[in-house]
Nanobody
Framework: QVQLVESGGGLVQAGGSLRLSCAASERTFSIYPMGWFRQVPGKEREFVAVSDWSGGRTYYRDSLEGRFTISRDNAKNTVYLQMNSLKPEDTAVYYC????????????????????WGQGTQVTVSS
């Protein structure tokens, strides 16, 4: 089973940038759509962004498009989330997740569309 490990979180001032990485343990990850979600304490996990298996199609939460960019390097078994112009309300634990439909170019926006999750990385944006 593929394992996912996120990194790149931390503390940043409002207006700053961070790039999160999600490394997969197996090369087979490259054939699955990958998503990013985030969660704050007391709230449900919410969709952030998704990339199809090739990286050619991406989709974002409406409020984040233009500030966040998802990308992937299948040769390195890694998916990224570039976050710019960060706001305090972006503070959350960010999770990457792998869908289980190989070579799919569909968008998957719901938690139960994903079979494998990373442990999460904390992003804190100070005002």
């Amino acid at each position: 089973q593929v394992q996912l490990v996120e990194s790149g979180g931390g503390l940043v001032q409002a207006g700053g940038s961070l790039r999160l990485s999600c490394a997969a343990s197996e090369r087979t990850f490259s054939i699955y759509p990958m998503g990013w979600f985030r969660q704050v304490p007391g709230k449900e996990r919410e969709f952030v962004a998704v990339s199809d298996w090739s990286g050619g199609r991406t989709y974002y939460r409406d409020s984040l498009e233009g500030r966040f960019t998802i990308s992937r390097d299948n040769a390195k078994n890694t998916v990224y989330l570039q976050m710019n112009s960060l706001k305090p309300e972006d503070t959350a634990v960010y999770y990457c997740a792998a869908n289980s439909r190989p070579y799919s170019s569909s968008y998957y926006l719901r938690e139960f569309d994903y079979a494998t999750w990373g442990q999460g990385t904390q992003v804190t944006v100070s005002s």
